[in-house]
T-cell receptor, first 116, second 113 residues
Framework: DTGVSQDPRHKITKRGQNVTFRCDPISEHNRLYWYRQTLGQGPEFLTYFQNEAQLEKSRLLSDRFSAERPKGSFSTLEIQRTEQGDSAMYLC??????????????FGEGSRLTVL | DAKTTQPPSMDCAEGRAANLPCNHSTISGNEYVYWYRQIHSQGPQYIIHGLKNNETNEMASLIITEDRKSSTLILPHATLRDTAVYYCIVRVAAYNQGGKLIFGQGTELSVKP
């Protein structure tokens, strides 16, 4: 399968612990996006990268959240000192570019986080 | 990016056409209309997009009104596997733009036997 892959698919953690999610985009896609989705809501934009540069961060991305894409390939999203409100599905997407014909986002299956 | 308005839910009989409406009255001239869907427990999936002309692909048809203030996604022969949340999104599609999608609440389509 050459789609967007995310790991782990499910994570259960205790409040206060740190968690890290990994996203492997479709190869040759230079844009990578992170979204968060809570039950019954549409996905909410968190941040995006063009190659290794993080170009935009949402207000939703508090100081406890950090995302990296060190070599312009895979990306990690780390949440420090998790809170119960962080429980959500974390979705990763990638695109070839942003123009018509290249800007369609391809999403992974998501990483579901449960904070106890 | 402009906002969209969609009905929260719709039902459709299997084998019939599903027509999902979307209002985007504040759309700008350089904004496209995109449709994505999300089947339960999966990531969103791209369906189709258009600027001002009607578009058709193997999944669906997109009808955009002449004034571009609304559009309709048509699934010509809905199957049970089309049960999903459908999102209508408007955004600028240009190589020098961010490219992010801003999702609303979408329409939950239930296809019934």
């Amino acid at each position: 399968d050459t789609g967007v892959s995310q790991d782990p698919r499910h994570k259960i953690t205790k409040r206060g612990q740190n968690v890290t999610f990994r996203c492997d985009p479709i190869s040759e896609h230079n844009r990578l996006y992170w979204y968060r989705q809570t039950l019954g809501q549409g996905p909410e934009f968190l941040t995006y990268f063009q190659n290794e540069a993080q170009l935009e961060k949402s207000r939703l991305l508090s100081d406890r959240f950090s995302a990296e894409r060190p070599k312009g390939s895979f990306s990690t999203l780390e949440i420090q000192r998790t809170e119960q409100g962080d429980s959500a599905m974390y979705l990763c997407a990638s695109s070839l570019g942003a123009g018509v014909g290249t800007g369609e986002l391809f999403f992974g299956e998501g990483s579901r986080l449960t904070v106890l | 990016d402009a906002k969209t308005t969609q009905p929260p839910s719709m039902d459709c009989a299997e084998g019939r056409a599903a027509n999902l409406p979307c209002n985007h009255s504040t759309i700008s001239g350089n904004e496209y209309v995109y449709w994505y869907r999300q089947i339960h427990s999966q990531g969103p999936q791209y369906i189709i997009h258009g600027l001002k002309n009607n578009e058709t692909n193997e999944m669906a048809s997109l009808i955009i009104t002449e004034d571009r203030k609304s559009s309709t996604l048509i699934l010509p022969h809905a199957t049970l596997r089309d049960t999903a949340v459908y999102y209508c999104i408007v955004r600028v599609a240009a190589y020098n733009q961010g490219g992010k999608l801003i999702f609303g609440q979408g329409t939950e389509l239930s296809v019934k036997p």
